[in-house]
């Protein structure tokens, strides 16, 4: 489920869905903490205003910090210095800055209610960043983020709040956080200290007491959630500091009478000493650091969520893993490379796996299943494209996770493999991490990220592949080039061969390619652009399958274009090497002919020459091509839509890879209908050593499609955020009809 907020005020208003949305968007942020390069370019050339009209240190720097390193700019006011100060009205100050065009306020105010006050007069996000005594929503995420963490969950614990509770902001928001997901309050601090009717602020049925004595107040405790003492409050009438630390200091020995594993969460800043001894600030049970560190995880998240990478809108059948359902898909024929089935069959999926295929009729369901009706359709094991480009993190305006995967889901995808080139590139597992988590948050269909071969996609050292195959990774290349030297070549193959995983080529010497826009010919020399010739790509494969032999490394060349690497690979194939490669739709549908000036059809393999076109379609009949892959390459109209020379090469790919196989390869009858879906499934999954294929107890992952449904493809309805399509406005027959992901539709058309 995905939760739209125009604003972030306070916490009270929030369900506790929303609120389990908001720390689990906040989870990928805490892994790009961990990497040695922290800044995205998510936010680029966006500006959030920072109005602190309170002092604070710490949560204005971890807001700065979060908006710098999502690559947002920040326009500070500073309280000290502003024309509040000279008499100007809260509402002219908040207007000024607004007219400055910032995509974001945060503020912060000692006036509670204020950020909703000026909210209503703004049309652009407010983030509360702590008002007055009422909420400070970001502080009361960042604690639960950290409770979730060393608790493993925020349900049903015991949580003791000691200090300054009626001044407090941080306790008002953690009631209202932690209220929702059954924890038990108990409240302890001198009496004056607590507002009478705190116990009626929380959500219905809180459990919220107080006690007096911090000995009772700990007993039991899973959390302590201390508040800092207003030192310059001790001196109204209320208690002398020897008295607060005498009665309420949270030392060690009164530790002890929490429960073992408690834990001791602080807003800071602390005054050591006085509600918290040293030992605890700096024992093992202290969490304040990681309360630190996570503060700018959940900046990351709320900054994200209210301005940049909000879905633009929510996908018609979101996968809910919390509601696992039951689905009969009656009188298809169901066509299954692996099993060499071609039969019509009736097929049962029991939540995330296929409990039974069997002939029409004779598959019960039980009542109450959902049943599809796939009279006159294809129902195939879940198509796999083994080279997409999803391009988040770091060109989101481009591509994102939710877009690019309802794309791929739109186009009959059940699984989509990303290629790392994105900012920063996915060389080390807190980025791979990053791209799955993302993926659980908002994918339509399964994301596979496939790890660079070498630091940074630079070709120098080799990347932290070992890491990044156990955070998930299905593959590694240095896609967008290949890898750079042979000597490298040879090292990533070796430690590939070791890991048993694929190494996927991007197969182009540098030398022969640089400054090409498109294949060497005829009509390059017609039009005048610059042309690379087959042999940059042929030269090498021959490298590579050279340097496959030596290691025994399996090697997938990516996007094969020219005949002559595809003479290589046959012969290759022949002698036993272990090589697979991947041919794209527009490779086997367009010619370097087509490409008049149009940077629709300026991609990398450029378009090549007719001979090549007809040795590819010879190529996927023959069984020497394993997979159709897209190479979808989508980019923002600003960036393609300039001179053919300029324009950065790729097209979109995903909604049209099916009907143009339809087209191209069935109806011109140079292959069977199985051995198409044979390149869209366990063609591309043997490449990657992943199983597919439709029997009881596998993955209800399927692609259900027509042979024969008459549409058009119209780029502006894309799912995609890019138009980059030389397919627009063209007519097909034949097109996806739902696809499946783990039991759920995640497309019907
Ligand atoms: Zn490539």
Redesign the pocket.
Known sequence: MTYRFRDLLALEPLSAEELSFLLDQSKPFQEIQKHPLKKLATLRGKTVALAFFENSTRTRISFGAAAARLGADTMNLQAEASSLKKGESLLDTVQALNAMKPDALVMRHEASGAPEFVARHLDIPVVNAGDGTHEHPSQGLLDALTIRDRKGTIENLNVTILGDILHSRVARSNIHLLGKFGCRFTLCCPPMWVPKELEKIGPPGANIRRVTRIEEALENADVILLLRVQTERLHEPAISADDYILLYQLNAARLRLAKPGAIVLHPGPMNRGIEISPEVADGPQSCVLEQVTNGVAVRMAILYLLIGGAADDVPPSRRNPGNPRMLLIKNGRVLDPAGKTDAQKDVFLDGERIAEVGPHGKVGAPPGCEIFDASGLIVAPGFVDL?AHLREPGQESSETIETGTRAAARGGFTAVCC?PNTKPVNDNASVTRFILDRARAAASARVWPIGAASTGSKGEAIAEIGAMKEAGIVAV?D???PIATAKLARQVMEYCSALELSVIE?A?DASLAAGAVMREGVTSTRLGLRGMPAAAESVCVARDIQLAELTGAHLHI??LSAKASLDEVRRAKQRGVRITCEVTPHHFTLIDEDVKYDSRYKM??PLAAREDREALLAGLADGTVDAIAT?H?PHEPALKDVEFDKAP?GITGFETALSLALEQLVCAKLLPLMRMVELFTTGPANVLGIERKIAAGQPADLTIFSTDHPWTFHAAESASKSRNTPFDGRGFRGAPMATIVAGQIVFRH
Request: net charge negative; charged share 25%.
């Open positions: 080279h290629m290349s896609d967008g080039k991007h182009e990516a996007h990398n393999p190479d390459a090469f």
